[in-house]
């Protein structure tokens, strides 16, 4: 079964920096492209970032520059890294999966840029 599980969250300072985790377990993680969406509260959930499996990247125009995605198929894990953090990445992040015709989604943790 597929298992999402991310960690890194927590209350930043604007101009900060916080780096995201997310621990897969339940299938061949390398076999897969990840993404990091995020949710900002009355707001639809948006997409951020993806990574495909030879770690080509793609990022929403308003994380260019400042996120970086990366993966470690060694440790069945993908990061999100977020440099130069703004009250408007505020929101729950969440990594992402589809696996055949199913979608997986981890439990989210919640980013606060505030000062």
């Known amino acids: 079964q597929v298992h999402l599980v991310e960690s890194g969250g927590g209350l930043v300072q604007p101009g900060g920096s916080l780096r995201l985790s997310c621990a897969a377990t339940?299938?061949?993680?390398?076999?897969?492209?990840m993404g990091w969406y995020r949710q900002a509260p009355g707001k639809q959930r948006e997409l951020v970032a993806t990574?495909?499996?030879?770690?080509?990247?793609n990022y929403a125009d308003s994380v260019k520059g400042r996120f970086t995605i990366s993966r470690d198929n060694g440790k069945n894990t993908v990061y999100l890294q977020m440099n130069s953090l703004k009250p408007e990445d505020t929101a729950v992040y969440y990594c992402?999966?589809?696996?055949?015709?199913?979608?997986?989604w981890g439990q989210g943790t919640q980013v606060t840029v505030s000062s």
């Open positions: 990574i495909t499996t030879g770690s080509s990247t």
């Open positions: 992402h999966i589809v696996v055949g015709t199913f979608d997986y």
């Open positions: 339940g299938y061949i993680f390398r076999n897969y492209p």
